[in-house]
Protein backbone atom coordinates (compact mmCIF):
# COMPACT_ATOMS: atom_id res chain seq x y z
CA UNK A 1 0.00 0.00 0.00
CA UNK A 2 1.34 3.29 -0.73
CA UNK A 3 -0.30 6.82 -0.30
CA UNK A 4 0.44 10.19 -1.59
CA UNK A 5 -0.53 13.14 0.00
CA UNK A 6 -1.14 16.62 -1.76
CA UNK A 7 -2.39 19.90 -1.51
CA UNK A 8 -0.16 22.06 1.51
CA UNK A 9 1.36 25.29 1.32
CA UNK A 10 1.73 28.43 3.01
CA UNK A 11 -1.54 30.24 3.52
CA UNK A 12 -2.59 33.41 5.79
CA UNK A 13 -5.32 32.84 8.77
CA UNK A 14 -8.63 32.26 7.57
CA UNK A 15 -7.56 31.23 4.40
CA UNK A 16 -8.60 27.30 3.21
CA UNK A 17 -6.86 24.72 1.88
CA UNK A 18 -7.73 21.06 -0.17
CA UNK A 19 -5.14 18.31 1.14
CA UNK A 20 -5.52 15.18 -0.99
CA UNK A 21 -4.13 11.37 -0.38
CA UNK A 22 -4.21 8.95 -3.07
CA UNK A 23 -3.79 5.45 -2.36
CA UNK A 24 -2.80 2.18 -4.14
CA UNK A 25 -2.85 -1.30 -3.45
CA UNK A 26 -5.23 -3.11 -1.14
CA UNK A 27 -8.97 -2.81 -1.29
CA UNK A 28 -9.58 1.20 -0.19
CA UNK A 29 -13.29 1.51 0.33
CA UNK A 30 -13.89 -1.30 2.83
CA UNK A 31 -11.32 0.12 5.15
CA UNK A 32 -11.01 3.57 7.24
CA UNK A 33 -8.43 6.39 6.58
CA UNK A 34 -7.94 9.47 8.61
CA UNK A 35 -5.66 12.26 8.68
CA UNK A 36 -3.35 13.36 11.57
CA UNK A 37 -1.03 16.14 12.09
CA UNK A 38 2.28 16.64 13.76
CA UNK A 39 3.83 20.48 14.72
CA UNK A 40 7.25 20.35 15.28
CA UNK A 41 8.49 19.22 18.90
CA UNK A 42 4.91 18.15 19.60
CA UNK A 43 3.19 14.74 19.22
CA UNK A 44 1.42 13.45 16.21
CA UNK A 45 -2.41 14.21 16.41
CA UNK A 46 -5.55 12.83 15.55
CA UNK A 47 -7.31 15.28 13.21
CA UNK A 48 -10.51 13.72 11.32
CA UNK A 49 -11.47 10.20 10.11
CA UNK A 50 -14.27 8.66 7.83
CA UNK A 51 -14.91 4.65 8.13
CA UNK A 52 -16.02 3.03 5.38
CA UNK A 53 -19.94 3.31 5.48
CA UNK A 54 -18.42 7.06 5.27
CA UNK A 55 -19.32 7.94 9.26
CA UNK A 56 -16.89 10.78 10.11
CA UNK A 57 -15.32 11.58 13.60
CA UNK A 58 -13.29 15.09 14.43
CA UNK A 59 -10.94 16.28 16.70
CA UNK A 60 -12.82 19.03 19.13
CA UNK A 61 -9.98 21.16 17.40
CA UNK A 62 -11.03 21.52 14.09
CA UNK A 63 -14.67 20.75 14.23
CA UNK A 64 -16.80 22.97 12.27
CA UNK A 65 -13.75 24.08 9.92
CA UNK A 66 -12.22 20.39 8.68
CA UNK A 67 -14.42 18.25 6.46
CA UNK A 68 -12.83 14.78 5.57
CA UNK A 69 -14.51 13.13 2.52
CA UNK A 70 -13.64 10.41 0.34
CA UNK A 71 -13.62 8.94 -3.58
CA UNK A 72 -13.78 5.38 -3.31
CA UNK A 73 -13.73 5.26 -7.44
CA UNK A 74 -10.43 7.01 -7.11
CA UNK A 75 -9.43 5.99 -4.15
CA UNK A 76 -8.32 9.09 -2.75
CA UNK A 77 -9.31 10.64 0.56
CA UNK A 78 -9.76 14.76 0.96
CA UNK A 79 -9.29 17.02 3.90
CA UNK A 80 -11.26 20.62 3.15
CA UNK A 81 -9.43 22.95 5.75
CA UNK A 82 -11.04 26.33 6.26
CA UNK A 83 -10.90 29.21 8.69
CA UNK A 84 -7.37 28.44 9.07
CA UNK A 85 -5.46 29.48 12.38
CA UNK A 86 -1.77 29.94 13.08
CA UNK A 87 -2.17 26.86 15.60
CA UNK A 88 -3.13 24.74 12.51
CA UNK A 89 0.50 24.92 11.19
CA UNK A 90 1.98 21.10 10.93
CA UNK A 91 2.75 18.88 8.55
CA UNK A 92 -0.26 16.39 7.79
CA UNK A 93 -0.27 12.82 7.28
CA UNK A 94 -3.07 10.78 6.03
CA UNK A 95 -3.40 7.29 6.95
CA UNK A 96 -5.08 3.38 5.86
CA UNK A 97 -6.79 2.17 9.12
CA UNK A 98 -6.25 -1.84 9.97
CA UNK A 99 -10.36 -2.00 9.66
CA UNK A 100 -13.07 -0.26 8.56
CA UNK A 101 -14.20 1.30 11.55
CA UNK A 102 -12.01 4.58 11.80
CA UNK A 103 -9.65 5.51 15.00
CA UNK A 104 -8.61 8.41 16.96
CA UNK A 105 -5.42 6.27 18.38
CA UNK A 106 -2.48 6.62 15.34
CA UNK A 107 -1.50 2.97 16.51
CA UNK A 108 -4.52 1.69 14.71
CA UNK A 109 -3.33 2.64 11.20
CA UNK A 110 -1.09 0.64 10.04
CA UNK A 111 0.03 2.81 6.58
CA UNK A 112 1.22 6.63 6.28
CA UNK A 113 1.63 9.15 3.53
CA UNK A 114 4.80 11.01 3.22
CA UNK A 115 3.14 14.11 4.67
CA UNK A 116 2.37 17.42 3.44
CA UNK A 117 2.93 20.53 5.17
CA UNK A 118 0.50 23.19 6.04
CA UNK A 119 1.86 26.91 7.44
CA UNK A 120 -1.00 29.60 8.75
CA UNK A 121 0.66 32.81 8.71
CA UNK A 122 -1.09 35.67 10.80
Known amino acids: VQLQASGGGLVQAGGSLRLSCAAS????????MGWFRQAPGKERDFVAT???????YYANSVLGRFTISRDNAKKTVYLQVDSLKPEDTAVYYCAQDRTALGSRRYQDYDYWGQGTQVTVSS
Open 50 to 56: IRSDGIT
Open 25 to 32: GRAFSSIA
